[in-house]
């Protein structure tokens, strides 16, 4: 029988792993030494705020100080399109592995099928196939389904058009002291859906679906399916998992809104773990600055003690795009007074 390699997992690259054949063979030892598992007595310790709330300004502004992820409940984007998408996804990742490389993204391009495009910057063997849709998906779904596209393109354009919406309205509310929703002009915000998929995993005893990382985005919203995997980097406790809650949606702040609060708001670490037995989904919503728009602190009345000089230079989201892809770290390139 053929041996299970960490090159067969295709390190670092667009090719996902070939998760069947890979599943058909020995399990053995994968050489990560640490536990993917979170802990569990403090897994639904994230604060859960509802949209709906009074104090709803207070209580996300606080929840994006506090560990830079929160949960949203009563956020308006029914239950149905959550579900409606899931399915469509699960059509889309269910197909031979054949049929899916008919999708994959084409070098320099950043929607198509693949690992997440962060899978670039990360050196680690990861169990993750993924889906990048920017606007509408027609071009990569007609090349896997000629005549059967239509139901998979109308609703992700409609999970991107409510998510945007949904991204708008949370961001202008934290950012209501810092003067509202950052003037775009006419190129409008920068988004991206990255569909995750993470298949059950036999081969591998222990396995990462996507290695710990920071977000590049303002924010992201993610709906996952009911298989516990996403974990948030916390500094008292470690790897804490944030277990799903139907209906409910996770946000967490990426470096773009890490800058704007000129550090005051922490941009979340987290990764994503595998299963043994169940098929993980994820969606994640990525709503950032357009690539030219140049981002920096906001210093203001609400700005108080290490808060009140810039921690960083200007930056555009393009250069910070690069910079990252060469070194994970690019926030520390970019602080002022290293
Ligand atoms: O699968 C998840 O829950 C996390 C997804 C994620 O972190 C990403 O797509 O960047």
């Not at 300004?57 to 959550?82: K, Q, W, Y």
């Not at 009140?308 to 892809?325: C, D």
């Amino acid at each position: 029988m053929a041996e299970v390699s960490q090159a067969s997992v295709h390190l670092r690259h667009r090719i996902p792993p070939d998760f069947y054949s890979l599943n058909s063979q020995k399990p053995f030892d994968s050489p990560h030494v640490s536990s993917f598992l979170g802990s569990e007595d403090v897994q639904n310790s994230l604060p859960v705020i509802d949209l709906n709330s009074p104090t709803v300004e207070d209580s996300l502004v606080r929840a994006c100080e506090l560990s830079g992820m929160f949960v949203v409940t009563n956020h308006g984007i029914p239950l149905g399109v959550l579900v409606g998408a899931e399915v469509e996804a699960l059509r889309f990742f269910s197909l031979p592995r054949e049929e899916k490389m008919k999708a994959l993204r084409t070098p320099g391009e950043t929607a198509g099928y693949g690992m997440a495009p962060l899978a670039a910057i990360l050196d680690e063997t990861m169990w993750h196939e993924g889906l990048t849709i920017t606007g509408s998906p027609i071009e990569h779904a007609k090349q896997v389904w000629p005549h059967e596209y239509m139901r998979f393109c109308e609703m992700m354009e409609d999970y991107q058009k409510r998510m945007k919406s949904l991204s708008e309205k949370i961001l202008g509310l934290v950012l209501k002291n810092y003067g509202g929703l950052p003037p775009f002009h006419e190129s409008g915000p920068s988004t991206a859906l990255q569909l995750n998929s993470y298949p059950a995993c036999q081969c591998l005893n222990e396995m990462i679906g996507l290695a710990p990382h920071t977000d590049t985005s303002y924010i992201t919203i993610v709906h996952q399916n009911d298989v516990t995997g996403l974990q948030l980097f916390h500094e008292q406790h470690g790897w804490i998992s944030v277990a799903p809650k139907t209906g409910s949606l996770v946000v967490n702040v990426g470096d773009m809104l890490h800058i704007v609060s000129n550090a005051r708001f922490p941009s979340a670490l987290h990764r994503a773990a595998v299963s043994r037995v169940q098929h993980r989904l994820s969606f994640a919503y990525f709503y950032g600055p357009p690539a030219d728009f140049e981002v920096s602190p906001i210093i203001n009345a609400c700005s108080s003690g290490p808060h009140q000089e810039a921690r960083f230079r200007p930056v555009t989201k393009r250069e910070f795009v690069r910079m990252k892809a060469k070194n994970v770290h690019a926030l520390s390139l970019i602080r002022k007074g290293k």
